[in-house]
């Protein structure tokens, strides 16, 4: 077996299991990353240096398809009502066919660190099939120190197979696409995708059952830190804005996506950002547009001009979910530590389709657990197949369910707790729509977000005269200079307001269903904070 790259020799492929490879290339950088893509026929170049690849049938994450092992490890404290299980068994079974499936192979390996601070982070080492995949992983996890390397142990170990195809009754899956856990021997297996950012997500959600035992909240969020130190965090499901807000020009950021929030502050579990990028433009977002038009970007599933080689933004053709991965020193203004204090305000960020929802309201401490456990956004039509004319509502509690191994009440309690101890101010923003629902109103205008996000960061929007929204019971601003005033109560954007009040006690009703599953295990206050039905009725 050929060996290629700087490694621990003593804790090499072979310890975990693999045997009778061609070869394995290990700690490639971009540029020896990019020459293997694009000899192997993996992608092509952009005019500005991006690389650009295609994923196959697979354009998003494919939730139905990942597995934990149930076992003593995780029998009492994994959220069995929110994961899926396999077996001890069907997962060595899994695991012996994919040490056979890699013979022969040329893998890439990339040893990395989850998380930016040393005392949390978990070390990891990623075995790719793909040149572009070990350069995705490469730049959405933080890189070691050269001189780190050559004794780098991995505590944490995936092996991502694409040519891999799951047998469903021998590995006890749905598909041939699979995404298998082990926390007990801490490794992943990831075939029959090539959808990237399934590795990126596997360390995350390894990362939200380990923490919380540490003290630490895992959160499915953006940060940045004003000049002052004034650090926010953003919470937010995809395609509501974490990435674009997070990159303001006037702050710094910390990271775009997944963060611990511990005793001594934040902390960015990742090294890059990872952008939706259908309809990016520099002159709304100039920072992640000029990040994903230079070399060491990686783009998925944008089209390119067959003549010129630029990129359209504007092109869903293959799927809206477009994306691009770019290291985080790509960003100008971006925290080289990626670490700050504890946060002074909290955003969750709704995409609302309905168009009923405010463009900002001030939350309650017992609001804000509301709406963090019901993590509300809304899908609208052709976003996914099967959707139908109308928004459809999407909750996803802790605006992560999908990566949460342990229960909902678990990081929701952490979340209050934290809030509590350091006197958080809290924020709903919806980045949705208004003067109407999807396929009536228009999207909330990108710079009225930005002047009431600045206003609550700044402290300035605590001092404006607020309303009880009748509908969600929440405070929203009267006023604000720079913003037009009708935005900021949506019935006054609604040409018919008996469809307005219909929409928002519809809305409403979504909501209150949504929560009857976790009312067992909040308290009274945090119960009473739910958007009353009642209320909408006077």
């Excluded at 790719?128 to 142990?153: C, G, N």
């Excluded at 009923?356 to 052709?382: N, R």
Aim: charged fraction near 20%.
């Amino acid at each position: 077996m050929q060996e290629t790259g700087v490694h621990n020799g003593a804790h090499g492929a072979d310890k975990f299991g693999l045997k009778n490879l061609k070869g394995v290339y290990w700690n490639f950088g971009a540029p020896q990353l990019y020459e293997h893509a694009l000899q192997n026929g993996e992608a092509v170049l952009s005019a500005d240096g991006a690389l650009c690849a295609d994923t196959g049938v697979f354009t998003g994450r494919s939730p139905k398809d990942k597995f934990t092992v149930r076992d003593a490890t995780t029998e009492n404290t994994m959220w069995w009502g929110g994961n899926q299980s396999i077996t001890a068994e069907q997962f060595e079974t899994l695991y012996q066919d994919f040490i056979k499936h890699a013979e022969g192979m040329q893998l890439f390996a990339q040893d990395l660190y989850g998380g930016a601070d040393p005392t949390f982070q978990i070390k990891t080492r990623v075995f790719t099939e793909l040149a572009w995949h070990s350069l995705f992983i490469r730049t959405l996890l933080r890189r070691p120190e050269q001189a780190d390397l050559a004794s780098f142990v991995p505590e944490l170990t995936i092996i991502d197979l694409p040519s891999f195809r799951a047998d469903p009754k021998r590995h006890g899956c749905r598909s041939e696409n699979v995404v298998a856990i082990d926390f007990a021997r801490r490794i992943v297996l990831i075939g029959g995708t090539q959808y990237a950012g399934e590795m990126k997500k596997s360390v995350f959600t390894t990362l939200n059952y380990y923490l919380p035992e540490r003290g630490v909240m895992p959160m499915h969020c953006s940060a940045n830190v004003g000049p002052d130190g004034d650090a926010a965090i953003f919470f937010g499901l995809s395609g509501t804005g974490k990435t674009t807000l997070s990159a303001d020009p006037n702050r710094t950021l910390i990271g775009d996506d997944e963060h611990g929030w511990g005793k001594d502050g934040i902390f960015n579990f990742e090294g890059g950002c990872y952008a939706k990028c259908i309809k990016l433009s520099p002159e709304a977002e100039p920072e992640i547009f000029a990040a994903s038009n230079m070399f060491g970007a990686v783009l998925e599933n944008v089209v390119l001009d067959e003549v010129t080689r630029k990129p359209d933004f504007d092109d869903g053709s293959k799927t809206e979910n477009t994306r691009s991965a770019y290291p985080l020193e790509s960003i100008p203004n971006a925290s080289r530590t990626g670490r700050t204090g504890h946060p002074k305000n909290v955003v969750m960020l709704a995409a609302d389709a309905f168009g009923v929802m405010p463009p900002i309201a001030k939350l309650t401490p017992a609001q804000a657990m509301y709406h963090f456990l019901s993590g509300y956004t809304a899908k609208v039509a052709g976003t996914e197949r099967g959707l139908g004319n109308d928004p459809e509502p999407e909750f996803s509690t802790c605006f992560g369910s999908p990566f949460l191994p342990r229960d909902p009440s678990v990081y929701g309690n952490m979340l209050r707790d934290l809030i509590a101890k350091h006197d958080v101010d809290c924020w709903v923003v919806n980045t949705g729509w208004t003067g109407g629902k999807y396929g009536t109103g228009h999207r909330m205008p990108i710079k009225v977000t930005r002047a009431l996000l600045t206003a609550a960061l700044n402290g300035s929007l605590r001092n404006a005269q607020f309303r009880t929204d009748k509908y969600f019971g929440f405070a929203v601003p009267t006023a604000l200079d720079g913003v037009p005033s009708d935005i900021l109560d949506p019935v006054n954007t609604w040409a018919d307001k008996a469809e307005f009040d219909a929409t928002a006690r519809k809305l409403v009703g979504m909501f209150q269903k949504n929560f009857a599953k976790f009312e067992a295990q909040v308290d009274a206050e945090v119960r009473a904070a739910a958007p009353d039905v009642k209320m909408a009725a006077e």
